[in-house]
């Protein structure tokens, strides 16, 4: 089991290594960042994007939340923390594209499937159900063609990145770049147990990299 101290000793690690190695890069970064890619992915522990993709510090931007989920487009007002990393990210640091990272086992996705969390408050799981209720359609969907086991979690992990998917082109900005062929989306399904990437096809399937 890691704790803080397992954490602070993993740190002299890496500065006494990896960051030694990678001294230049980590002074060009001090100046600023110019990642091409965003990730939206799931908090999951087990589902790190870097990890996945082997990528290197500067090159993905990434917001983390449970289900990999992205609320719709909403100017109401409110603390929107998924809609200012892809407000940022888009607006600013102009990412030419966004990869939503689903993930298989997906503990948020489970809740919304079975409806475990329904009736919790806040606290004691009622701020997951509320946040887990943006796939409330989809989940409806897959429990009727599907079923609620393993079946219906995977293609509650599919639709879900279909659902950020859609939920993203609700903003404004992100629609612009889209039509001016300055971004592009992706959606893609981390399996743990075997480890393979299904990244989601123009026709709506998902197919093994």
């Keep these: 089991m890691t704790d803080f101290s397992d954490l602070i000793d993993g740190y002299y690690r890496f500065r006494g290594n990896e960051w030694l190695e990678e001294k230049q890069r980590w002074s060009e970064l001090a100046s600023g960042q110019e990642p091409k890619v965003m990730i939206i992915a799931c908090s999951d522990s087990r589902v790190e994007p870097a990890t996945i993709f082997g990528s290197r510090p500067g090159e993905v ?29 888009v607006t600013k640091l102009k990412v ?19 409806q475990s969390l329904a009736d919790a408050k806040p606290g004691e799981g009622g701020f997951v159900a509320e946040w887990i209720g943006l796939l409330k359609e989809a989940r409806d969907k897959v429990a009727a063609e ?9 293609a509650l992990e599919q639709a879900g990145v279909q659902v950020s998917i859609a939920n993203l082109k609700t903003f404004p900005f992100i629609q612009q770049a889209l039509d001016a062929g300055e971004l592009k989306i992706h959606g893609a399904v981390f399996a743990i147990a075997d480890g393979k990437l299904r990244v989601l096809q123009d026709g709506g399937q998902f197919e093994a990299a």
């Design 96 to 114: 030419e594209e966004i990869v939503v990272l689903g993930h298989g086992a997906c503990g948020g996705v489970n809740a919304a499937l079975t």
């Design 61 to 89: 931007f990434v917001v983390r939340n449970v289900a990999a989920l992205v609320p719709p487009f909403d100017a109401s007002g409110g603390l929107h923390g998924v809609s200012a990393a892809v407000e940022f990210a």
């Design 146 to 154: 599907h079923g609620t086991g393993p079946e219906g979690q995977s």
